[in-house]
């Protein structure tokens, strides 16, 4: 679903602040996979994140989606795989617009094709459907602006816009460390609960141990721009808490 040859990327090439992000990374990532990505701080996992999107462009290397080679894909193009999710739960949506019209919004950005777009009742029925899979009684709060919702609320909203647009591949960074700690579990939870029922592939950025430890089928440790581990199945389920502390930096 998505491979990566031979990135690199350096940040103020030639300066004396130049910093090489990403270090000849080369990565395979299989459709339905669900990769915790993890590192210390400046690590390079945001770096990794946005070449993948398009946000930023790759020194050089190549990247494909579906086997399509998207290395010169502006991020724009690249949004009809790919769906983000960040630590802050207003980006991506308009605070003083109510959820119904963020999630008109969402499509209109996305332009999904058989679905009548607009306010009215075909729409919003589509929408508490969404909407109800989270569990949170917001299907029945549509005209309630966004800004009027608790971070979590919000960040659960983002998800479900997320996947409005028929992305395959979801990319999130950091996205309950903005949040307190219950309203991060039911985040992390409704986060794994889409990336399921959809069957997205998906890279979430973390640095919340227990998290590592409870979501995701693979695991990747990211130091100084260079991949230092990667492991899936039965070698990351028999992980220990005390053994990924070290890989936070
Ligand atoms: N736009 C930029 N311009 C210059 N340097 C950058 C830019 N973006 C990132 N960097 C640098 O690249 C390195 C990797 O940064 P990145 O944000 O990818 O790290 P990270 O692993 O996401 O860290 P954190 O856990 O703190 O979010 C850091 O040294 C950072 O300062
Ligand atoms: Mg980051």
């Known amino acids: 679903m998505i491979r990566l040859e031979e990135i690199n990327k350096t940040f103020n090439k030639g300066e004396a602040n130049e910093v090489s992000a990403l270090k000849n990374i080369s990565l395979e990532i299989k459709e339905k996979e669900f990769v915790m990505l993890v590192g210390g701080n400046g690590s390079g996992k945001s770096t990794l994140l946005n070449v993948i999107s398009g946000k930023v462009n790759a020194g050089s290397g190549k990247i494909f989606l579906d086997n399509i080679d ?8 690249r949004s009809k ?17 109510s959820i119904l019209e963020n999630f008109r919004l969402a499509s209109l950005r996305t332009q999904k094709k058989n679905l009548s777009i607009g306010t009215g009742k075909k729409f919003q029925e589509f929408v508490k459907e969404k909407i109800a899979v989270l569990g949170l009684g917001l299907e029945t709060r549509l005209n309630r602006p966004m800004n009027s919702l608790s971070g979590g609320q919000r960040q659960a909203l983002t998800l479900v816009m997320a996947i409005m647009c028929e992305a ?5 960074d950091e996205p309950s460390s903005a949040l307190d700690p219950k309203t991060a579990v039911l985040v992390m939870q ?14 979430l950025v973390t640095h919340n141990i227990k998290d590592t430890l409870s979501y995701g089928s693979r695991i990747i440790q990211m ?8 492991m899936r199945g039965y070698e990351k389920s028999a992980l220990k808490a005390g053994e990924v502390a070290e890989w936070f930096g």
């Not at 630590?87 to 003083?96: E, H, K, N, V």
């Not at 409704?190 to 890279?203: F, M, N, P, Q, W």
């Not at 721009?225 to 990667?230: E, L, T, V």
């Open 70 to 77: 998207v290395t010169r894909f502006e991020e724009y193009q």
């Open 81 to 97: 795989w790919i769906a983000r999710i960040f630590q802050d739960p207003l980006t991506g949506t308009a605070p003083d617009l």
């Open 168 to 172: 395959k591949v979801i990319l999130l």
């Open 190 to 203: 409704s986060a794994e609960k889409i990336i399921r029922d959809y069957g997205l592939t998906a890279v």
């Open 223 to 230: 130091d100084e721009g260079r991949i230092m581990r990667d």
